[in-house]
T-cell receptor
């Protein structure tokens, strides 16, 4: 069964450094998402992306965050200058076309980001 | 805003026991509802879904019924196995964003 792939599985970065988290969505999917889960808290929506632009973003997704689909297969999340509170598990998700409310989003295994 | 509340864990059961994990939601209208499962060391996998009131989602012996009267979507399984040990997340879809509950950790003892 096709799946969403995320790399790396664990990323350790010094505070203030830039980090890029990578995702390969399922190949025929057209809608892409990033979520995060701070330890002990709920999984939270960060951003959705379709047709090479951001569809919606949460208040968490400030100017330090950006997303990109640099080629036909990868979808990346960049944090420009990391802060301690960015430490979390980051999940990428994708879905096929169709009504967004009914189509399930398929998630990757996540990247655990640790900021020192 | 919309939210999902699910029972606190961990839940510990013996193999072959009956499982219920309670989930209630607060939302306007009738959003699609989901259960996701996270096995140790893995990502979030869709377990089942229901898109409208009175729908029953089912998969791998798990079931949940969309109850609009009680705004609930409780997860049930008649006979759990050790391999069902995982974290279970109830969720709803609002405007193409998944809103998750906090998750319930399930331990099944052999």
């Amino acid at each position: 069964e096709p799946e969403v792939t995320q790399t790396p599985s664990h990323q350790v970065t010094q505070m203030g450094q830039e980090v890029i988290l990578r995702c390969v969505p399922i190949s025929n999917h057209l809608y892409f998402y990033w979520y995060r889960q701070i330890l002990g808290q709920k999984v939270e929506f960060l951003v959705s992306f379709y047709n090479n632009e951001i569809s919606e973003k949460s208040e968490i997704f400030d100017d330090q965050f950006s997303v990109e689909r640099p080629d036909g297969s990868n979808f990346t999340l960049k944090i420009r200058s990391t802060k301690l509170e960015d430490s979390a598990m980051y999940f990428c998700a994708s879905r096929v076309s169709g009504t967004g409310g009914n189509q399930p989003q398929h998630f990757g295994d996540g990247t655990r980001l640790s900021i020192l | 805003g919309d939210s999902v509340t699910q029972m606190e864990g961990p839940v510990t059961l013996s193999e072959e026991a009956f499982l219920t994990i309670n989930c209630t939601y607060t939302a306007t209208g009738y959003p699609s509802l989901f259960w996701y499962v996270q096995y140790p060391g893995e990502g979030l996998q869709l377990l089942l879904k229901a898109t409208k009131a009175d729908d029953k989602g089912s998969n791998k012996g798990f079931e949940a019924t969309y109850r609009k009267e009680t705004t609930s979507f409780h997860l049930e399984k008649g006979s759990v196995q050790v391999s069902d040990s995982a974290v279970y997340f109830c969720a709803l879809n609002r405007d193409d964003k998944i809103i998750f509950g906090k998750g319930t950790r399930l331990h099944i003892l052999p």
